[in-house]
């Protein structure tokens, strides 16, 4: 079945409207309407080839919500018009430790929503921007928020299980002071996440206009990251620092920041490498820097029920198809408060 969708034919192209085809479902699969899909700056980084290996076409969207309109005969989750979600993978091996642990995110043969490997045409997946999806029922998420939130639902798929997942694993909690540095996408479901486990919340911003926000978001300080006198007041205090920045840049300027024993999650993915951090400022005292991708599709799941029991959802600016290219280059600049959600029913018109 053909369907309408929006991606790019080269790194060098804008988006624009294309037709792609979408397999009938198949005994474990899901066939879903999308009604949003957010846009993760990791689609920035992909379609313009930033990181190795982009096939083309390549459609991006992996912040998928929508409702279920057939299932295939072995399928026992799910029904016609239930409300669901996709996020960053479509499939795994199924079999290895990681996938048996339900961290097929950490899987080798994980499959990403785009740009992985697949049977169906061209050869490869092709993501959310597009009006229909069909998916193996693991990897498919129940969404429990109320149908009116669903827009702002869309961003938990990837910046909310991205931030949640080392959060949880590194305990943010009560007791625990929490750093948040970048408030994008994801910086921005890391404060309103690690506020709602009980941790003091500190966000790092450069854009001294998100001052406030960050507080309304559920932070208890914010500091400016370039005023080094605000920086130098939080030396030596924090358990745990989540760094969701998309650019290369000094890490050492947080990392003086973490306690003994603090560790500064890395979940921003750069195109080019940070420049490495000076040695004496990890053995002195003992800290770590550590990585995370997004997470395992049943701690998606238990972040979807966490987010929908704390009333937790995106700050979103809903746009239309057509408005994607331009929603890119606000992003770059930082322009957005907090994620870009599409309106897939523009596709159509
Ligand atoms: P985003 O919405 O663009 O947010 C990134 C934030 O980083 C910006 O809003 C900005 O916050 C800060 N920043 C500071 N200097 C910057 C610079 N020179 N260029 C860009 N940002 C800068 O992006 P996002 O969607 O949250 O994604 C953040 C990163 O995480 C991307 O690299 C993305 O690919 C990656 N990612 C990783 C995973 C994973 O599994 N590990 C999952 C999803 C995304 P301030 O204005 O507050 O300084
Ligand atoms: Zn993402």
Known sequence: MTVKAYGAHAADRPLEPMDIARRAPGPHDVQIEIAYCGICHSDLHQVRAEWAGTLWPCVPGHEIVGRVSAVGGHVKGFREGDLVGVG?????????????????????????????????????????????????????????????????????????????????????????KVGVVG?????????????????????????????????????????????????????????????????????????????RDGTMTLVGAPATPHPSPNVFNLITKRRSIAGSMIGGIPETQEMLDFCAEHGITADIELIRAGDINAAYERMLKGDVKYRFVIDNASLST
Request: proline share 5%; charged share 20%; net charge negative.
């Open 88 to 176: 960053c993978m479509v499939d795994s091996c199924q079999h290895c430790d990681d996938c048996e642990a339900g961290l097929e995110n950490y899987c080798d043969g994980m499959v990403g929503t785009y740009n992985g490997p697949t049977d169906d045409p061209p050869g490869h997946t092709l993501g959310g921007y597009s009006q229909r999806i069909v998916v193996h029922e693991r990897y498919v998420l129940r969404v429990k928020h109320p149908e009116e939130q669903l827009a702002a639902v869309a961003p938990l798929l990837c910046a909310g299980i991205t931030t949640y997942s080392p959060l949880r694993h590194w305990q943010a909690g009560p007791g625990r």
């Open 183 to 259: 408030i994008g996408g994801l910086g921005h479901m890391g404060i309103k996440l690690a506020h709602a486990m009980g941790a003091h919340v500190v966000a790092f911003t450069t854009s001294e206009s998100k001052r406030e926000n960050a507080k309304a978001l559920g932070a208890d300080e914010v500091v400016v990251s370039r005023n080094e006198i605000e920086m130098a007041a939080h030396a030596k205090s924090f358990d745990l620092i989540l760094n969701t920045v998309a650019a290369p840049h000094d890490l050492d300027a947080f990392l003086v920041l973490l306690k």
